[in-house]
């Protein structure tokens, strides 16, 4: 299945912080959550054994985040991709770069549409 949609996107990026983590790949999201303060290792409580196709569709999803040419935009849906893969609190995240909540979402809410349609384009 090929997401269209924002809420598909944020799905699949946020199922793939949590594979990827999981899986313990030592460059990937585990190494960054653990530098985080707040993180509680939620994912390390949620370990599992994946089959081959899910990782293979986390490690496409992760590949997304390339698509987005603005690195402030790539950075702040990343922090709020790994915030709800349980690596801390989006509005901690907020608070210490001087971002303002509402803001930070809704831009990120545009940038997911945009990557909704790169991505359906790319695969379609």
């Known amino acids: 299945m090929i997401p269209d949609t924002p809420e598909d996107i944020m799905n699949s ?5 949590e594979v990827i983590a ?5 460059d990937g999201p585990r190494a960054i959550l653990t ?11 949620r370990r599992r054994v ?4 899910e990782i293979s569709r ?3 999803a992760i590949t997304w985040f390339s698509l987005i040419e603005d690195a402030d935009a790539r950075r702040a849906l990343q922090f709020e991709v790994m915030c709800k893969a349980g690596g ?3 509005s901690r995240v907020c608070e210490k770069y001087g ?3 509402s803001t930070v979402t809704s831009r990120n809410r ?3 549409r945009r990557l909704a349609e790169r991505v359906s384009n790319a695969d379609g």
């Open 13 to 17: 990026l946020v199922e793939a912080v």
């Open 22 to 26: 999981v899986t313990g790949k030592g």
């Open 35 to 45: 530098a985080w303060p707040e993180y509680r290792r939620q994912l390390a409580r």
């Open 50 to 53: 994946f089959q081959p196709a």
């Open 58 to 60: 986390a490690e496409e």
């Open 88 to 90: 801390g609190r989006f």
């Open 99 to 101: 971002w303002k909540r």
């Open 110 to 112: 545009a940038v997911l």
